[in-house]
């Protein structure tokens, strides 16, 4: 999940191991959130308008803006306002059960392979 205009360089560097886990693990699927703040429906049709424009088709089918007031969505995940770039693993039920901050890094990748059971 972007919290931030910056943090698509982190986020590309999940990707390959997001794509690996999906073919490998059934009913997994990855998804990148854009968490920007809530704003009038003008501005929303601009930015998603602007998504359309510049992502690749697959990447497109996959990112998805999220409307919502900043802070309220990230009290709600017990997310710092400064955290920056989030992984979230999220069951079914919408319950996060695990996460990490930031680009990837080995330690990172092995916490969400452990999470997943394929250590």
Same mark, same amino acid.
């Given at each position: ?20 886990? $999906? =073919?490998?693990? %059934?009913? +997994?699927?990855?998804? *990148? @959130? ?8 003008? &501005? ?23 409307? $919502? =007031?900043?802070? %309220?969505? +990230?009290?709600?995940? *017990? @997310? ?8 979230? &693993? ?24 452990? =999470?997943?059971?394929?250590?």
């Amino acid at each position: 999940m972007g919290v931030g205009r910056d943090d698509q360089g982190m986020i590309d560097t999940w990707l390959p191991m997001a794509a690996s886990l $999906e =073919a490998a693990v %059934p009913g +997994l699927r990855y998804y *990148e @959130i854009a968490l920007v703040d809530d704003v009038n429906f003008a &501005l929303k049709a601009v930015i998603t308008a602007g998504m359309r424009a510049t992502l690749p088709d697959a990447l497109l089918s996959r990112t998805m803006p999220l409307f $919502e =007031a900043r802070a %309220p969505v +990230l009290a709600s995940l *017990e @997310i710092g306002e400064d955290a920056g770039m989030q992984v979230l &693993l999220v069951d079914r039920a919408g319950a996060v059960i695990w996460q990490a901050t930031g680009a990837w890094s080995e330690e990172a990748g092995a916490g969400l392979r452990a =999470a997943l059971g394929r250590e």
